[in-house]
């Protein structure tokens, strides 16, 4: 495809470099630009190559709008946007200053423990800010311990770092590990950082829901809920502390002073094909071989568990940004799931439900065709190996704030996501 051919250009130029492992990474006069229509502004691969070869643009997301358009937006340094400008691409100015988009997410909030309050459960104004990660942590905890009959903490296995990838299982009436699972990923991609909260309102609601509100009570009965909310903490711990914008995990291996890896390229369907890469220093490096990622295995390990309990009903991988819901598959744009049109049924449905409280739109079908090409991703091997009837990602907001979202956008992204999620636990 020429679309991913051009793709390609921007994930090996790489992001700003500190100039130590202790200096953090500046993103001030970053201007962010988004190109559209790529054949138009591209011509050839190989005119477009050469035009971009001595910039060093970020990419940060790219969008397959039509079989005629896509859009790229990229992130241009300060020292190279009269450069950029130079060059005859469509395109308009998402941001002026992205370090000024960094400094509007704001600070890092003050988690206020449960054992430090009268609180029975957290306070909700967790989702007034971002944290960091060991308050997560310590969230996570706190939930489970306002909800002891019916949760416990679960770690699905380690990082590369060593960190224990952890969450929480919540269960309904029928008791611990009884009922089909729904599993959720959050923070795969280290600077996705409203994935994590998202994932944790979900929880959130479920839990001070459970008694009385009849739509929970009616899914936590149903299903196991298996929630991971940041599966990648070395990355993520990363871009709180050194790089806003670090995507992948923080692994090290031979023979190459490139580090990390992307743990959504690295499962086994359709491993190595378009859409990853095996270039250690891509924004999209697959690994060598399926599940070479420490983070990636545990998961495969841990979806496999599911299945052999009692199955896997809906798996979603949360993600930003683009507002979209992706169905398997990722990895080819010729091949779908058996059950495809009841997919499809479910997304119109629940993107209805999702632009509910502040009409928010969100496009579904499957992936390779309403966003791009990724190989190696989650839910396709959740699809096809451990069998799930749903094997989802979903993109979460802003078109146009992109990773920077603000932390006045945390909580109306998790209310439309809940509504979102409602309707699906209840018709899927």
């Known amino acids: 495809m020429k679309l991913l051919s ?6 090996g130029l790489g992001a700003a470099a500190p100039s130590s492992q202790q200096d953090k990474v500046s993103y001030d006069g970053y201007r962010v630009y988004r190109v559209t229509t790529v054949n138009e502004v591209a011509g050839d691969v190989a005119d477009f190559q050469l035009r971009m070869a001595g910039l060093s643009a970020i990419e940060l997301n790219h969008r397959h709008i039509s079989d005629e358009e896509t859009t790229i937006d990229i992130a241009i340094p300060p020292g190279q946007v009269d450069d950029f400008d130079a060059h005859p691409f469509s395109a308009t100015i998402l941001s002026e200053d992205l370090g000024v988009d960094i400094a509007a997410e704001g600070a890092l909030g003050n988690y206020q423990r449960l054992n430090e309050s009268d609180q029975k459960v957290p306070s909700p104004s ?6 960091a990660y060991e308050d997560h942590v310590q969230f996570w905890s706190d939930l489970q311990t306002s909800f002891p009959d019916n949760s416990e903490l679960i770690e699905a296995g380690v990082s590369f770092e060593g960190q224990p990838i952890q969450g929480i299982h919540l269960w309904g009436s029928g008791g611990r590990d ?6 959720f990923n959050g923070n795969v991609h280290a600077r996705e950082w409203i994935t994590s909260m998202v994932a ?6 479920i839990v001070i829901g459970y008694e009385n509100d009849a739509t929970v009570q009616s899914a936590l009965d149903n299903y196991d809920f298996y929630v991971l909310p940041v599966v990648n903490p070395d990355g993520f711990v990363y871009t709180q502390t050194t790089d806003r914008l670090w ?3 923080r692994q090290t291996r031979d023979n190459t002073t490139e580090v990390g890896t992307d743990i959504n390229r690295n499962w086994s369907v359709g491993f190595g094909g378009e859409g990853s890469s095996l270039d250690p220093g891509s924004e999209t490096f697959s690994g060598y071989q399926p599940g070479d990622a420490p983070e990636t295995a545990a998961l495969m390990a841990y979806a496999l568990k599911l299945a052999d309990n009692n199955g896997v009903k809906l798996y979603i991988d949360w993600h930003s ?4 819901i992706l169905l398997s598959y990722g990895y080819t744009c010729t091949e779908f799931p058996d059950n495809i049109q009841d ?8 993107a209805q439900a999702i632009a509910q409280s502040y009409n928010t739109t969100f496009v579904y079908g499957p992936g390779c065709l309403v966003l791009y090409q990724s190989s190696g991703n989650g839910r396709d091997f959740v699809t096809d190996v451990v069998d799930a009837e749903l094997g989802w990602g979903i993109e979460l907001r802003d078109t146009s704030y992109g990773f920077m979202l603000p932390a006045n956008q945390i909580l109306p992204s998790s209310v439309e996501i809940w ?3 409602k309707y699906l636990w209840a018709n899927m």
């Open 126 to 131: 967790w989702f007034d800010s971002y944290h």
């Open 200 to 205: 944790e309102y979900l929880i959130y609601q």
């Open 343 to 350: 997919q499809i049924r479910l997304a119109a449905g629940t």
């Open 6 to 11: 051009i793709f390609c250009v921007f994930v």
């Open 247 to 249: 995507r992948k995990n």
């Open 321 to 324: 940004y683009a507002q979209t």
């Open 419 to 421: 509504d979102g999620m």
């Open 178 to 183: 009884s009922k089909p699972a729904v599993f």
